[in-house]
């Protein structure tokens, strides 16, 4: 991978901080966007405290971004929310919290970085969606309905500046070990059984590792994915591939 700044949102723990790691160890100065201070042990070059939904933070970052190098050429657009509730419950101010953060903070990213990528005539723009980008999830349709926006952003973006050099693809996890999961299992009514649920739908038999999709994230950011754009790859340990797993407790 030639030399590259990438900004990465959401950049504090999670997916964020793999993809920060799996960016940083292939030599990619990274600056990471976060409302949490940059945490201990973070591999970013440098580091934005802000809310991905306001554009002053992206203003400072573009200006942090000109102190490490230049315009970043790499967008990895990580920072989600979500709101539990269905269509009578959730408010205005929860559907417009959602898409602030899951849908326009990506907008804004672009925008904030297509100018330079357009320069430099490369640029990789990726998204992180979900499997609820194309799954019905209970209780989450505010969520689901943003990343579901967010993948089709992210197809339109890439035949957008296909010809201009600008690849985009999605990422979309399954359920993933991260510290936001750790919170709704420490609040399930039976965390024991909340865990073992999520785990055995899953045909791999656990949960994905953060590391495993920062991976994916850093592949399709660098120059061995150059024939890659407009993609969704689904990394779910393999939840998604049937309506149904036997995981051969039930018998045949």
């Known amino acids: 991978m030639r030399s590259q700044i990438a900004i990465v949102t959401g950049a504090a723990k999670g997916i964020g901080d793999a993809a920060v790691t799996r960016l940083s160890e292939r030599g990619v100065s990274v600056l990471g966007i976060d409302r949490d201070a940059q945490p201990e042990g973070s591999s970013a070059t440098a580091w934005v405290q802000g809310d991905v939904a306001e ?40 559907w417009a919290r959602t898409f602030s ?84 299992l420490s609040h399930a009514k039976d965390p024991e059984r909340f865990l073992r649920v999520r785990e055995q739908r899953n045909p791999l038999g656990r949960l994905l590792d953060p590391g495993e999709v920062g991976e994916v994230i850093a592949f399709l950011a660098s120059e061995a994915a150059s024939g890659i754009t407009g993609a969704t790859v689904t990394v779910d340990a393999g939840l998604s591939v049937a309506f149904d797993f036997r995981t051969g407790e039930e018998g045949s």
């Open 55 to 94: 554009q002053a933070t992206w203003d400072e970052a573009l200006a942090r971004s000109s102190d490490i190098g230049g315009s970043p050429t790499i967008l990895v657009s990580n920072a989600a929310t979500v709101v539990v509730g269905d269509v009578e419950t959730l408010t205005e101010d929860d």
């Open 101 to 184: 953060v899951n849908l326009f903070a990506a907008v804004r990213g672009v925008r904030a970085c297509l100018p330079g990528m357009l320069t430099a005539g490369h640029g990789s723009v990726v998204t992180v969606g979900s499997v609820d980008s194309y799954m019905a999830e209970q209780g989450l349709i505010a969520y689901c309905t943003s990343k579901g926006a967010l993948l089709q952003f992210t197809r339109v973006l890439a035949m957008d500046y296909a010809r201009r050099g600008v690849r985009a693809n999605c990422v979309c996890p399954g359920v993933t070990d991260t510290p936001f999961f750790r919170y709704h």
